[in-house]
């Protein structure tokens, strides 16, 4: 840690509660007011948007779960905090807020998905249970300062009645508290609880104009793994059956996550889908490809969106028992996702690319005693930009080695000066679905991407007038100027950020550095 802690002694301090789902769309978040709201409403998560802020331009640094945990606890880039890619070990020893907070007089938790390998311990938190890995949906296993432990039942609805066990039964009551609630759901293979499994089983849900792309004039998009309609496995993601009358699921690499159910779940799980799947398969031979890509993009949402459901429920569940107990005027509560998610778009699910989809991160934050509701932030933010806000907020010092920016004046006036454009940077390939790496420049209307290491290739985008992100402009002459203009922000942002010549790593295999076992 670089700096001393100097807590400005009249500063009230609030609560935090950070809750972070793993691939939450923002097309997903109705408070964001997408062609699905209405359809798949999230009024609970909503309700913070109400009370407090919505940010609408909301980004990640790197579209991938291991990389964002990373950028949002230490408030820096990967090439800075070590963690560039899944399946690295985080260096525990680097400033993180919830440490920050811990040694400033809060009591600190982390409830739920954690996924950079170090064990919890590692950021002193007061109490900690963190799922094993990814996380499954049904009957997880949970991992604690005494081992770990298979516990029965929906790991969403286990990561709220853990939470508010901690915050009713559990907390040191004397110190105000920062609690880290990180939900697995909605990540792949979108397994709803058993009283969501048929939420959406009648709704039809808006098919993106896109859904069908052939990705001309974008080479990486071309290489990618991650078609719903090719990629997606029709057992393991798409749950169909191999049968009328069937219930076995068809290809399904991971076979251990169904394995998990109980009999009982087992044949409840059947139950909800077996209609479904018995009409897909009575009428697939008489379907075009067109057809059947289309019934599995609807598969898709209908279970993607059932497992928000749960999300939602338990995010009102946290503002209810807040409110029930006179906390939520100082309590800053946050919704966001460790990353935005293709819903079609493209013909995608997962995330990865720097296009609008899996860049942009749903992001509301609520403190009543501090932030006005119904307030709209339309500056450029990022995920390095949690760790600052939390600790000016808690009037902390915010360690110089963070490289986010606290969001705090943002949110209060409208006239700050603030940054006018975003760098990103994807590392993560060779590895899962095929993204090549690449990096970046957004502002407020242009985005300008390099592809490298297989290839090296450029794409530009006026997102005025091609949100969709569908025609690769870097040859166009009437937008020569913008791409020399982004050229030249990227080598800016690139020294201002500190980030290394990419001779460096270019040609460097990914490095993974596995968590110790249990025992060690
Ligand atoms: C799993 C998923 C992938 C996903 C990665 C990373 N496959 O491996 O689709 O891209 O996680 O996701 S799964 O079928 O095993 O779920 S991340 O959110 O953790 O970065
Ligand atoms: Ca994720």
Known sequence: MSSTLTLKP??????????????????????????????????????????????????????????????????????????NHNGQLFDGSQAVWPRLLKAAGYTTAVIGKWHINLTPDG????????????????????????????????????ITSKTLKWLDQQRDKSKPFALVMHHKAPHRNWMPAPRHTRAFEQVEFPVPDNYFDTYEGRVAAQMQTMNIYRDAQEGHDLKMTTGVGETQWREDIWPHLLQRLTPEQRAEWDAAYQERNDAMNANEANWSEEEMAIWKYQRYLQDYLATIKSVDESVGEVLDYLEANDLAENTIVVYTSDQGFYMGEHGWFDKRFMYEESFRAPLLMQYPAKIKAGTVVSQLVQNIDYAPTFLEYAGVEIPAEMQGDSMVDIIART???????????????????????????????????????????????????DPAEMTNAINDPAYANEIQRLKTEIKRLEAFYDVPPRTDWIDQPLEYKPAPTLEE
């Open 10 to 83: 009249d500063t009230p301090r609030p609560n935090i509660i950070y809750i972070m789902s793993d691939d939450h769309a923002v097309r997903a978040v109705s408070a964001y007011g997408s062609d699905i709201a209405h359809l798949a409403p999230t009024p609970n998560i909503d309700r913070i948007a109400r009370n407090g802020v919505r940010f609408d331009e909301s980004f990640v640094t790197n579209s991938l779960c291991g990389p964002s945990r990373a950028a949002m606890f230490t408030g820096k880039f990967g090439h800075k905090n070590g963690f």
């Open 415 to 465: 006239d700050c000066d603030w940054r006018s454009s975003l760098y990103y940077h994807f590392y993560e390939y060779p590895a899962m679905h095929d993204v090549s790496r690449h990096y970046g420049v957004r502002d407020n209307r242009y985005k300008l991407m390099h592809f490298y290491y297989l290839m090296d290739e450029w794409e530009f985008y006026d997102l005025d007038k």
């Open 123 to 158: 950021f002193d938190f007061d109490h900690w249970e963190v799922l094993n890995d990814q996380g499954e949906y049904y009957n997880p296993d949970w991992i604690t300062a005494e081992g770990i432990q298979k516990e029965m039942g929906y790991t969403t609805d286990q």
